[in-house]
Structure formats: structure tokens, C-alpha cells
């Protein structure tokens, strides 16, 4: 059974940092690119991170450039996402995929979402 848990939310002063924790597992890990993606309330879901499935290339929006950086341990079929100088724009419930491809298809899976909020 394909599973992707996240952790790590929770609530942050401007100017402070989280890191998120996404535990996976039920496939095989290192085939997979790992993404990170928000939700605000109102909002459409957003990309904020991506890295290849060997970690050797990652990718940000502008919006969360130089302050957010996504990681994985395939040893341990783990990704993780380090947030900081959180802006209140940052609160949202952020989510962690898995996808990848092959002749049989594409496989995307999704955690259940863990909420970060940043206020004062």
C-alpha cells in the first residue's frame, strides 16, 4: 500500500523556519521524483518544490527561491522540505507527491497534507 506521511508543520513567527518531513512508502522510492505543494485557503494548489529522483536537480518558483530548500534520503525514503524566513504568504497546507513514469504509465501519489502557519 502506497503511503506518503507528512510532519513537521505547525506555527512559525515571521522571519522563523520549519522543516517538513515526508515519510514514504509501498513503492520504490528512488524512481520517483519528489515534489512539495501548497494550498492556501481560496487558492489553487502550488508547486514549491521538486527534486529528481537521484537528487541531483531541484527547481523553485520565484515566490520561494533562496529561502526554501527540498532534500531526500533515498536510504531511507525520506524527503524534506527546510522553510525559511517564512512570510504569513507562506501559510498554507503543504502536501508531498511522488510521481514517475513508464510504459505502463503515470503513477502519482499524494500524502494527506500537514498545515504550516506563519503569524504573529
Known amino acids: 500500500q502506497v503511503q506518503l506521511v507528512e510532519s513537521g508543520g505547525g506555527l512559525v513567527q515571521p522571519g522563523g523556519s520549519l522543516r517538513l518531513s515526508c515519510a514514504a512508502s509501498?513503492?520504490?522510492?528512488?524512481?520517483?521524483?519528489m515534489s512539495w505543494y501548497r494550498q492556501a485557503p481560496g487558492k489553487e494548489r502550488e508547486l514549491v518544490a521538486v527534486?529528481?529522483?537521484?537528487?541531483?536537480?531541484?527547481n523553485y518558483p520565484d515566490s520561494v527561491k533562496g529561502r526554501f530548500t527540498i532534500s531526500r534520503g533515498n536510504a531511507k525514503n525520506m524527503v524534506y522540505l527546510q522553510m525559511n524566513s517564512l512570510k504569513p504568504e507562506d501559510t498554507a497546507v503543504y502536501y508531498c507527491?511522488?510521481?514517475?513514469?513508464?510504459?505502463?504509465?503515470?503513477?502519482?501519489?499524494w500524502g494527506q497534507g500537514t498545515q504550516a502557519t506563519v503569524s504573529s
Open positions: 527534486i529528481t529522483s537521484a537528487g541531483g536537480s531541484t
Open positions: 509501498g513503492f520504490t522510492f528512488s524512481n520517483y521524483a
Open positions: 507527491n511522488a510521481q514517475s513514469r513508464d510504459y505502463r504509465g503515470i503513477f502519482d501519489y
